[in-house]
């Protein structure tokens, strides 16, 4: 009698064991998110009041006079913005096929205003820095860092349209330089809410809402919520800033991570907890963006340079969106946008300037990396901005146009509407060849999505995913997901077996109460 | 009273009900996370489906544990003797009125075809099915990289294996129930199956039968 006692001792035992291992290693969700609640709505509080240092009270005559005065205390952190990407504008990366090489938007081509080269003096609007007009300035001399676009903390600093980074000339530097400070939502914001030339062309989850949003939008920035700055999760460190955008990035490190905050089994619930393998936090819980200002989800170069009464032209919708402009081409916007997937291990590849590409499919600006098998990768959402832009089709490159010009005559598209000339001048620019035959081809651009979380009660629910029809991950097809996926043989042999057994019972039932009446009548 | 013989004793009763219980609910639960339908909601379809498969592989681990302890396991062992009558039984005599070729007792409960159907669903479909079911349910565990050789690249095979054993269950549940009307009279199985015992007056009536 006393061995079966063991054995279901010892069965039990493991039984106990096997519900145990079932248990997720669950927090306190709650208790977490008041903790990071309090942690993240301390107000700093500065050291110092810039306001006092007369270096800061004399007459600026030019801005570099302000970086000199900032470099006069701050006596080194210029040699750590000399080596930031916001300086720079290219990181040193290694990528699989390329070795190590440096990338950036100096070598890259995006499918929006395609590239820098030859353009230098209006995109550089937004670099933190004075006077790149060319690839001859001076990467080394920091007196060229701007450091106030960044620190101003009184709003009144706006850099200047097509003046290489300087700038407005009213702008009153000593008032600024007095007021500086950790960088505020709107220093961040002044550009990456506008990259691609207006509000919300490129990110389609960065925009000027986020510089007030409720939390419908977002409910990390929202300010009926947690009120967060960029530079919370944004983390520095001796001005080099985490986290990256994978339109110019390559490689997986410093990254902001939502796991950062919130560990990775955020949830109460085991069956979600679970899914954080396979999926990244955003996927479910940026559902849709764009939610308040609708972002540019295609951009065709091909139709541009079409002129009214000899002068370009702009055509908008009802929302005030540009969908023609001469100089541009013709581009639609969408806006409360769900997502598209793509498996992402954190690594990507870029379109470099120079590579050959061909036609036979869409070519890709940027590949994310990642599939299902690699154990780095997580599903992620992603906005995919879809271009038809132009390409050398003898030499089999996309071509980085001039753009801007300062006047008429010296090859810039928007004032001269010459693609050729263009051409010419923005490959040259790039030190790449061009044939002189170019057409337009299509182009992709996948743009991590990581803002405008919203609330868990609007997150993407479970039969958004697992469902047959429509899934939300209906193109990610290299792996089973229950509820989407099913073997067609499988599932007709099962339901043909059902139904011939429930035939069968019915017949063999039906005649057995046949002959029971035949048996019963005869009696 | 003497004369009623214990067929079913009280665990084999409590194993096979929460047996049927338990298949029913998985089933239910199963084909709603198959998108066969939507009832209770996928995440509770999902979360219910996981208590109660962990539920059935702990019975299925005490009745093994049970069968062995307790010999019971030999009922299962195949035959070929009778086994002939009884496909003869289940496709002529049993129109014909004729009696049932062998009469169940402890010694030996099931009849060779059941011996067979049994044996199958416990040596092939329930293995499969809850092997399958335990993948499914801690393949992601070595996924992140934490145990390497138990890695299992595609959900795939254990997800069709799965599916596969629960159209085999589905298809013997409903074999199953119909059978059980093909007593000495409709209920006699059913009867028998709840008390345990073969109930004296349905065996009067067999007699007169004969």
Request: charged content about 25%; overall charge negative.
């Given at each position: 009698m006393k061995k079966p006692v063991n054995i279901l001792l010892f069965v039990g035992g493991l039984l106990i064991l096997l519900i145990l291992s079932r248990l997720p290693y669950?927090?306190?969700?709650?208790?977490?998110?008041?903790?990071?609640?309090?942690?993240?709505?301390?107000?700093?509080?500065?050291?110092?009041?810039?306001?006092?240092?007369?270096?800061?009270?004399?007459?600026?005559?030019?801005?570099?006079?302000?970086?000199?005065?900032?470099?006069?205390?701050?006596?080194?952190?210029?040699?750590?913005?000399?080596?930031?990407?916001?300086?720079?504008?290219?990181?040193?990366?290694?990528?699989p096929g390329r070795g190590i090489l440096k990338a950036g938007k100096k070598n890259l081509l995006n499918n929006f205003c395609i590239g820098i080269g030859g353009s230098e003096v209006s995109c550089t609007r937004c670099h933190v820095g004075y006077g790149w007009e060319d690839k001859n300035f001076n990467f080394d001399n920091a007196k060229n860092i701007d450091c106030l676009v960044c620190h101003d903390n009184t709003g009144d600093y706006v850099k200047a349209i097509a003046t290489a980074g300087y700038p407005v000339p009213d702008v009153d530097l000593n008032a600024v330089a007095q007021n500086v400070s950790l960088p505020k939502r709107a220093n961040c914001g002044s550009c990456h809410f506008y990259g691609g030339g207006g509000n919300n062309v490129k990110h389609g989850d960065l925009e000027k809402t986020l510089f007030s949003p409720t939390k419908d939008v977002d409910v990390h920035m929202a300010i009926d919520g947690p009120n967060m700055d960029c530079v919370v999760c944004h983390e520095a460190e001796n001005h080099k800033l985490q986290g990256k955008m994978y339109s110019v990035s390559s490689m997986n490190h410093d990254r902001v991570t939502c796991e950062q905050c919130h560990g990775e089994f955020p949830h109460t619930k085991?069956?979600?907890?679970?899914?954080?393998?396979?999926?990244?936090?955003?996927?479910?819980?940026?559902?849709?963006y764009a939610k308040v200002n609708?972002?540019?989800?295609?951009?065709?170069?091909s139709t541009a340079g079409k002129l009214r009464d000899g002068e370009p032209y702009t055509v908008e919708d009802e929302d005030g969106n540009h969908i023609y402009r001469s100089i541009k081409g013709s581009f639609t916007w969408a806006k409360n946008v769900k997502p598209e997937y793509s498996w992402f291990n954190g690594t990507?590849?870029?379109?470099?300037?120079?590579d050959k590409v061909d036609t036979s499919e869409v070519i890709k600006m940027n590949t994310l990396n990642g599939e299902y098998r690699d154990r780095n990768s997580k599903i992620i959402p992603v906005k995919v901005h879809r271009a038809k832009q132009i390409y050398d089709c003898c030499f089999q490159l996309i071509i980085q146009p001039k753009l801007y010009a300062s006047q008429e005559g010296e090859g810039g598209f928007w004032r001269d509407f010459?693609?050729?000339?263009?051409?010419?001048?923005?490959?040259?620019?790039?030190?790449?060849?061009?044939?002189?035959?170019?057409?337009?081809?299509?182009?992709?651009?996948?743009?991590?999505?990581?803002?405008?979380?919203?609330?868990?009660?609007?997150?993407?629910?479970?039969?958004?995913?697992?469902?047959?029809?429509?899934?939300?991950?209906?193109?990610?097809?290299?792996?089973?997901?229950?509820?989407?996926?099913?073997?067609?043989?499988?599932?007709?042999?099962?339901v043909a077996l059902i139904i011939l057994t429930l035939i069968g019972v019915i017949l063999h039932g039906l005649i057995r109460l046949v002959s029971n009446l035949n048996k019963r009548t005869k009696n | 009273m003497q004369n009623r013989t214990m067929i079913y004793k009280g665990f084999e009763r409590f194993w096979h009900w929460t047996q049927a219980v338990l298949i029913m609910f998985l089933a239910a639960t199963g084909f709603e996370i198959h998108s066969a339908y939507e009832f209770f909601g996928y995440e509770n379809a999902v979360t219910f489906h996981n208590a109660a498969g962990i539920g059935f592989i702990a019975l299925i681990i005490v009745a093994i544990f049970w069968h062995f302890a307790t010999g019971e396991w030999r009922q299962y062992l195949p035959t070929t003797e009778n086994l002939i009558s009884y496909v003869r039984f289940y496709l002529i005599g049993i129109f014909r009125d004729e009696p049932h070729p062998?009469?169940?007792?402890?010694?030996?409960?099931?009849?060779?075809?059941?011996?067979?159907?049994?044996?199958?669903?416990?040596?092939?479909?329930?293995?499969?099915?809850a092997g399958s079911g335990l993948f499914y349910l801690y393949y992601r565990y070595p996924q992140s990289g934490a145990m390497k050789t138990l890695n299992i690249d595609s959900l795939e095979i254990v997800a069709l294996l799965h599916t596969a054993g629960a159209f085999l269950l589905v298809t013997f549940l409903i074999a199953h129930l119909y059978l059980i009307t093909t007593g000495h009279t409709l209920t006699h199985n059913l009867k028998t199956m709840i008390t345990g015992h073969e109930d004296p007056e349905d065996e009067k009536q067999a007699s007169q039968e004969l």
């Open positions: 669950v927090t306190e969700p709650d208790e977490d998110l008041k903790e990071l609640r309090v942690e993240y709505t301390t107000e700093h509080v500065p050291s110092v009041d810039h306001r006092k240092f007369a270096v800061l009270k004399k007459d600026f005559s030019a801005p570099q006079e302000v970086t000199e005065a900032c470099i006069s205390c701050h006596t080194e952190r210029h040699t750590e913005v000399l080596k930031s990407a916001h300086w720079n504008w290219e990181r040193e990366s290694y990528i085991s069956i979600l907890n679970e899914h954080t393998v396979k999926v990244a936090c955003q996927t479910c819980h940026i559902p849709i609708a972002t540019k989800m295609s951009w065709d170069w990507a590849d870029h379109y470099f300037i120079g010459d693609w050729h000339e263009a051409a010419q001048k923005g490959m040259e620019s790039a030190g790449a060849p061009y044939s002189g035959n170019f057409c337009f081809v299509n182009t992709e651009m996948s743009w991590p999505l990581n803002h405008m979380v919203s609330s868990k009660e609007k997150s993407v629910s479970c039969k958004e995913c697992h469902t047959r029809d429509d899934s939300r991950l209906a193109d990610l097809d290299d792996f089973y997901m229950p509820g989407r996926d099913y073997n067609s043989a499988i599932d007709f042999t099962g | 062998t009469k169940s007792d402890h010694l030996s409960k099931l009849n060779p075809l059941q011996k067979l159907v049994y044996l199958g669903l416990k040596l092939l479909v329930i293995p499969v099915v």
